[in-house]
């Protein structure tokens, strides 16, 4: 979790749409939780200083996870 340092402009969201729901990838592809919401951030690729913006898909436990990191609050998922 080294990008961390070179990452900022965090964000989580819940994923609105089923068709948006996938897998967690929080943890290197190897989380089989269905992922609830999107994280995006930007971050420097290389050397030459060019910004990227990343967005990943977590499950509940990932995002806790990047929320408690970026100091973040979890969006409440919506009621239905
Ligand atoms: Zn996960």
Redesign the pocket.
């Known amino acids: 979790m080294s990008d961390t340092d070179r990452s900022w402009d965090h964000r989580l969201v819940v994923l609105e749409n089923d068709w948006q729901r996938e897998?967690?990838?929080?943890?290197r592809g190897r989380?089989?939780?269905k992922?609830i919401y999107g994280a995006s951030y930007s971050y420097v690729t290389g050397m030459c200083g060019r910004t990227t913006r990343r967005f990943t898909t977590?499950?509940?436990?990932?995002?806790e996870q990047f929320a408690e990191r970026h100091s973040l609050i979890i969006p409440q998922e919506a009621m239905e």
Not at 58 to 63: S, Y
Request: hydrophobic residues 25%.
């Open positions: 897998h967690c990838s929080g943890s989380c089989l939780e992922a977590l499950c509940e436990k990932h995002a």
